[in-house]
C-alpha cells in the first residue's frame, strides 16, 4: 500500500498550485497572451512540473488559459464582448442559486466568511485576501442550492469576471488609493449579502445579489 501513502498530498499540492496561479491571473500579474513556463513556474515553486501541469488543465477548464499544442500554456486573452456576457448570465444564475441556497447555508458558514470581509476591512490594501473573501462569498452563494453543475457554471463565470476586472484597473493604471476605496465598497456590499442571508428571506437575498452584481458591472465597465 505504499504507493497510495501520498495521494493526499499529491491532491493538496496541485490545487494549491492551481489557486495561487488563478490568483496571480485574476490579478493581472501574468497578463493576456503571455506565455507560462512549466519549468520556470516549477523552479520558481521548488516542486515538479508534474502538479503545475494539472493545474494548467484546471485553469484551462477555467477559460484562464489557452493549452497550445505540444503543452505549451498562455494566459487566455478574453474581450469586453465575452465579459458583457458573462456579467448577464451571473445577473441570471447567481441570484437564482442564492435564492434556493438561503436556507440551506448554515450559520458558521456565514460567519467564517463574515470574519473574512471583517478582515479585509481591516486591510483593504490586501488585495489578495480580499479576492480570496471575494471567491468565499460568491461560492456561499451557490455551493447550498444543490447542483454542482451549477456551482461549476457560477465559479468559472465568477473567476472570468473578476479577472477582467483587474485587466481594467491595470489598462487603467489605477491609484492604490481607488483600488483600496473599491475593495472597501465592494467589502460592505458583500456583508449587506450576508446580512440578508442571515434573514433567512429569500426575496432580500435575490434583490441583495442582484444589486450588487449591477454595482459590479457599473464599477467594472469596459470601455
Same mark, same amino acid.
Given at each position: 500500500m505504499n504507493s497510495f501513502e501520498n495521494f493526499g498530498n499529491a491532491i493538496l499540492l496541485k490545487d494549491r498550485v492551481y489557486n495561487a496561479l488563478k490568483t496571480e491571473i485574476i490579478l493581472g500579474n501574468f497578463k493576456p497572451g503571455e506565455r507560462l513556463n512549466i519549468l520556470s513556474i516549477a523552479n520558481k515553486m521548488n516542486i515538479s512540473s508534474a502538479p503545475i501541469r494539472e493545474a494548467l488543465n484546471m485553469l484551462s477548464k477555467d477559460g484562464l488559459i489557452d493549452l497550445m499544442p505540444h503543452k505549451q500554456a498562455a494566459v487566455a486573452a478574453g474581450g469586453s464582448d465575452e465579459y458583457k456576457i458573462s456579467v448577464d448570465i451571473r445577473k441570471m444564475l447567481e441570484p437564482y442559486a442564492a435564492k434556493i441556497s438561503t436556507p440551506l447555508i448554515p450559520q458558521n458558514? #456565514?460567519?467564517?466568511?463574515?470574519?473574512q470581509l471583517n478582515s479585509v476591512l481591516d486591510d483593504p490594501s490586501n488585495v489578495a485576501a480580499y479576492v480570496e473573501?471575494?471567491?468565499?462569498?460568491?461560492?456561499?452563494?451557490?455551493?447550498?442550492?444543490?447542483?454542482?453543475?451549477l456551482s461549476e457554471i457560477l465559479?468559472? #463565470?465568477?473567476?472570468?469576471?473578476?479577472?477582467?476586472?483587474? #485587466?481594467i484597473e491595470k489598462t487603467e493604471k489605477s491609484t492604490l488609493n481607488r483600488e483600496a476605496s473599491t475593495i472597501i465598497?465592494?467589502?460592505?456590499?458583500?456583508?449587506?449579502?450576508?446580512?440578508?442571508?442571515?434573514?433567512?428571506d429569500p426575496e432580500r437575498v435575490y434583490s441583495a445579489v442582484l444589486q450588487h452584481i449591477e454595482h459590479y458591472s457599473k464599477r467594472n465597465k469596459p470601455v
Amino acid at each position: 500500500m505504499n504507493s497510495f501513502e501520498n495521494f493526499g498530498n499529491a491532491i493538496l499540492l496541485k490545487d494549491r498550485v492551481y489557486n495561487a496561479l488563478k490568483t496571480e491571473i485574476i490579478l493581472g500579474n501574468f497578463k493576456p497572451g503571455e506565455r507560462l513556463n512549466i519549468l520556470s513556474i516549477a523552479n520558481k515553486m521548488n516542486i515538479s512540473s508534474a502538479p503545475i501541469r494539472e493545474a494548467l488543465n484546471m485553469l484551462s477548464k477555467d477559460g484562464l488559459i489557452d493549452l497550445m499544442p505540444h503543452k505549451q500554456a498562455a494566459v487566455a486573452a478574453g474581450g469586453s464582448d465575452e465579459y458583457k456576457i458573462s456579467v448577464d448570465i451571473r445577473k441570471m444564475l447567481e441570484p437564482y442559486a442564492a435564492k434556493i441556497s438561503t436556507p440551506l447555508i448554515p450559520q458558521n458558514k #456565514i460567519d467564517a466568511v463574515r470574519n473574512q470581509l471583517n478582515s479585509v476591512l481591516d486591510d483593504p490594501s490586501n488585495v489578495a485576501a480580499y479576492v480570496e473573501s471575494d471567491m468565499a462569498v460568491h461560492e456561499l452563494l451557490h455551493y447550498y442550492a444543490g447542483s454542482k453543475f451549477l456551482s461549476e457554471i457560477l465559479t468559472m #463565470i465568477k473567476t472570468y469576471t473578476m479577472r477582467f476586472r483587474y #485587466i481594467i484597473e491595470k489598462t487603467e493604471k489605477s491609484t492604490l488609493n481607488r483600488e483600496a476605496s473599491t475593495i472597501i465598497v465592494s467589502t460592505h456590499e458583500h456583508l449587506s449579502i450576508l446580512d440578508a442571508l442571515e434573514s433567512r428571506d429569500p426575496e432580500r437575498v435575490y434583490s441583495a445579489v442582484l444589486q450588487h452584481i449591477e454595482h459590479y458591472s457599473k464599477r467594472n465597465k469596459p470601455v
